[in-house]
């Protein structure tokens, strides 16, 4: 347990802490804490080998690892940020709340590592955060952390999750990424793509700002991704009040409603 512990110390951890949590680790697994680990039901699930968060918080206070609630609940916490100890929905951070947790080492059979939280604590990781993922009707929210220093793209389902759903190599996958317009109503949009077409993926990307769009595009390309821009049919348009045009809240808007008015046409994406 205590070796596990300290491989998984990555640069932004101090390695005085780390220590210090591998000893802390070792005498809670001493003082018996598995006696907490049941297991339990809840809305007709039954879920194995889990810990309820409040129950570690007095179990933790009671024999003397904490003075208080506050500094249980922290212990907690940097135990799930240790990769030791997860939410069973992946949907929380340590509380003291009736929420069902588990220790890594009590589900063997379900990969655990690398968690969300210890990947973005990698010394190569330039960006991360919370994107909406379209596919056809289906949007749904999920964590992202990129590696540039591995050239790599995961993807989690939250950022309290213990294992990543996909990991994309952008280093050994020819990528494209892309702006689009195919995007949920109020948010700016990209795609990251394969070339090659059969055994290939496709994500379209949703960011609620236009800067969080361009940063991403911006860090995926240092990464690896290649940058493609969109291809367009030539236009014999006579003016702009021909064309359409997402506005600053994503609404798409035929310019035809300014003709008669004086209009100032910026390029904004351009350095």
Known sequence: LVSDMEMIAGCHYDPDEVIYISQLLQEVQEKGVSELTKSRRYNL???????????????????????????AVEIGRTFVEYDYLYHVANEHHFE????????????????????AMSSVQDCGVTMSGTLLVKKKYRIKERF??????????LMFETEFSNSPIEIFDLSQIACDVRETGECKTGYYCFVLESIE???????ILCAPR?????????????????????EMEP????SIFEFSCMDINGEMIDLSIYAGKVCLVVNVASE
């Open 45 to 71: 699930r039954k879920y194995k080998n889990v810990v309820i968060g409040k129950d570690l918080v007095e179990w933790l206070i009671e024999h003397e690892f904490a003075p208080d609630v506050e500094a």
């Open 96 to 115: 003291n709340e009736y929420l069902f947790y588990r220790w890594s080492h009590d589900n063997p059979n379900v990969p655990v590592g690398p968690t």
């Open 144 to 153: 992202f952390v990129l590696n540039q220093a591995e050239s790599q793209l």
């Open 197 to 203: 077409k059969k055994g290939g993926f496709q994500l």
């Open 210 to 230: 236009s800067s969080i769009q361009e940063e991403w595009l911006q860090k995926l390309t240092e990464a690896g991704a290649r940058f493609k821009e969109e």
């Open 235 to 238: 236009s014999e348009a006579s």
